[in-house]
């Protein structure tokens, strides 16, 4: 280890410390301390909006739009929620007792889980750091964060923002690449909050394995879009288009495939290729100017490419862009159809602006496709036919599922967001954001009269009637 990584160790050694002294502290602050914390947040990031837009810009052409629209307003909506409900959520909640208890009183308190680790991705790289971090404070947590290297100006962002805000026995950012990561999840953190791909997700949970830390992994897989006959397909073609270039399709609940019917498969295309050109333009156009996400890495660019260029190589026609600008990390939205199923675009998350388009014969060839899968993210249905859409429901399984839309589901705080089993552990957002920071600790509080103690020992014909009638009859 050099003798940076050394001193980083020491330091990381020095904070995680503090913090597990000052947990006790934050678990009982009040909903009012916590609110005041919230409240600074959200002034900070409102008075720096254009300092965060620029910082996003400056990493991965990130539109300004898409920065408001999709990083800084989903932040702003988790903290005004948690503002709202937290004396509600952090209110001690009293259960049913049963009869045999007679006298006691039994409640569920809502406690902090301690000291968590936030590991945050780079596609997202502000709101996928700061909404989980708003449910940590909110449930009164110490948090160390670890923000992408891929998104380094962004990262300096937020830590300059924390820095400001909160002393580091509370929260504290620690920069850099897996090693600092990888020192991270050597300490004994009792909870971590990941979110980023299914191969890292398990080495994440092996490590919080050691010491039996809970988790919330939220990954991603290949989320499928179905066209059902009856989806009206000009609304079909425009959202879908949106929803996959959206962040230049670097989103894990983007659109990773589409099913479609053999005899639509034509008309959908095109529709898909008009909406295209009317949000992005040609590929001919001036890029610069283009208001549209860059690939974040070259490492990452070169992936998609080889993916579409194999998926060429074994028949696939490309029916809009592959444009590929390898000076700028550029790919312009591509349509790719006719794709081979052992393709390795059709096995690999995609993460990027580009759609295979597969026909189907029949509803179960397509469901039996998806069903060979692991199971991903979220599944898309787009269909007018209610019955069809239940159908397809009870025979999917996926994190979380819409109906005629893409990608919106991640912006109600009121649903549970998050995967399932290969897909991801655990839920976010809102409530259930609160929920996987905040351990549920039941208690029961005695009476001075315990219906029990007629059934303690010495054993005897009459012990053994009383417990027959509590079977019988309670």
Not at 375 to 383: A, E, N, Q
Request: glycine share 6%; proline share 5%.
């Amino acid at each position: 280890m050099d003798i940076n990584l050394i001193e980083i160790k020491k330091e990381m050694d020095r904070i995680f410390n503090l913090q597990v002294n000052n947990k006790w502290k934050l678990r009982r602050s009040s909903a009012r301390d916590r609110i005041k914390k919230l409240k600074m947040l959200k002034s900070y990031i409102i008075n720096c909006m254009e300092e965060i837009e620029k910082a996003l810009y400056d990493d991965f052409k990130k539109p300004g739009e898409e920065v408001l629209l999709t990083e800084i307003y989903p932040v702003i909506w988790e903290i005004n929620h948690a503002m709202k409900n937290l004396h509600k959520w952090m209110k001690d909640k009293k259960v049913k007792t049963p009869i045999t208890y007679f006298g006691a009183v039994c409640k569920i308190k809502y406690e902090s889980k301690g000291v968590s680790l936030i590991i945050s991705p780079w596609n997202f790289p502000f709101q996928l750091a700061i909404s989980p971090l708003v449910s940590a404070i909110a449930a009164g947590n110490c948090v160390i964060l670890k923000p992408s290297e891929y998104t380094p100006l962004t990262g300096n962002c937020i830590k300059k923002m924390i820095s400001c805000i909160f002393q580091e026995d509370e929260v504290a950012v620690f920069e850099g690449d897996y090693r600092i990561s990888k020192m991270l999840l050597e300490k004994p953190f009792e909870n971590i909050f990941f979110t980023g791909s299914p191969t890292v997700g398990k080495m994440i949970m092996e490590a919080a394995a050691k010491n039996l830390a809970t988790v919330t992994l939220e990954l991603g897989g290949k989320s499928p879009v179905i066209i059902h006959p009856s989806a009206n397909l000009d609304e079909a073609a425009g959202r879908i288009a949106w929803g996959k270039c959206l962040n230049a399709g670097q989103i894990c609940v983007a659109p990773d495939y589409l099913l479609i019917p053999q005899n639509k498969e034509e008309v959908f295309t095109e529709l898909m290729v008009k909406y295209i050109i009317q949000y992005y333009g040609t590929f001919k156009k001036d890029m610069d100017n283009l208001k549209y996400s860059r690939i974040i890495t070259k490492e990452h660019f070169f992936r998609i490419k080889e993916l579409v260029e194999e998926a060429v190589y074994k028949g696939a026609k490309i029916r809009c862009g592959g444009y590929f600008n390898e000076c700028d990390n550029f790919i312009y939205p591509t349509i790719i159809t006719n794709v081979d199923l052992n393709s390795k675009i059709l096995e690999e998350e995609i993460f990027g602006p580009v759609l295979p388009i597969i026909s189907y014969e029949s509803m179960d060839e397509a469901l039996e496709y998806i069903k060979s899968k692991p199971k991903p993210l979220v599944i898309y249905i787009f269909s007018r036919d209610k019955k069809a859409v239940n159908y397809l429901l009870d025979n999917t399984e996926s994190g979380d599922a819409v109906i005629n839309d893409v990608v919106v589901h991640a912006g109600n705080i009121n649903l549970p967001f998050g995967g399932f089993n290969n897909s991801g552990i655990g839920k976010s957002h809102g409530y259930y954001g609160f929920m996987a920071f905040t351990h549920e600790r039941s208690y029961m509080k005695q009476g001075k009269i315990s219906l029990l103690s007629m059934v303690y020992p010495p054993f005897g014909t009459k012990t053994k009637k009383i417990i027959r009638k509590l079977i019988k009859y309670f």
